[in-house]
């Protein structure tokens, strides 16, 4: 088992930053890939970005603003927000994969998730 638990939301203008975080906690971190998804309002939950062994990958509305990073040694993966719009507003989620590789995209592809944290970025 891997308890992921997200920090870092709030509520922000458009064109700030925002650093989330995600802890975990359970069997060997560094041996997951780890991703983070996100839920709009009425929306399905959506792919954001995700960190493995084969590296980084990103959805094309995140490119150049949004930055996955992971520090095996502090159990931690890191999304840095920046030039936030209105419509990356939504609940973020990490998740774990217990692949090392790839590029998996899909929620089923992934097998812990935390329980969310808010993001707000207002015009």
């Known amino acids: 088992q891997v308890q992921l638990v997200e920090s870092g939301g709030g509520l922000v203008q458009a064109g700030g930053s925002l650093r989330l975080s995600c802890a975990a906690s359970?069997?060997?971190?560094?041996?997951?890939?780890m991703g983070w998804f996100r839920q709009a309002p009425g929306k399905e939950r959506e792919f954001v970005a995700r960190i493995s062994w084969s590296g980084v990958y990103y959805t094309d509305s995140v490119k150049g603003r949004f930055t996955i990073s992971r520090d095996n040694a502090k159990n931690t993966v890191y999304l840095q927000m920046n030039s936030l719009k209105p419509e990356d507003t939504a609940v973020y989620y990490c998740?774990?994969?217990?692949?090392?590789?790839?590029?998996?995209?899909?929620?089923?592809?992934?097998?812990?998730w935390g329980q969310g944290t808010q993001v707000t970025v207002s015009s």
């Open positions: 998740a774990a994969d217990d692949a090392r590789w790839g590029h998996a995209v899909r929620e089923y592809d992934y097998d812990f």
């Open positions: 359970g069997r060997s971190f560094s041996a997951h890939a």
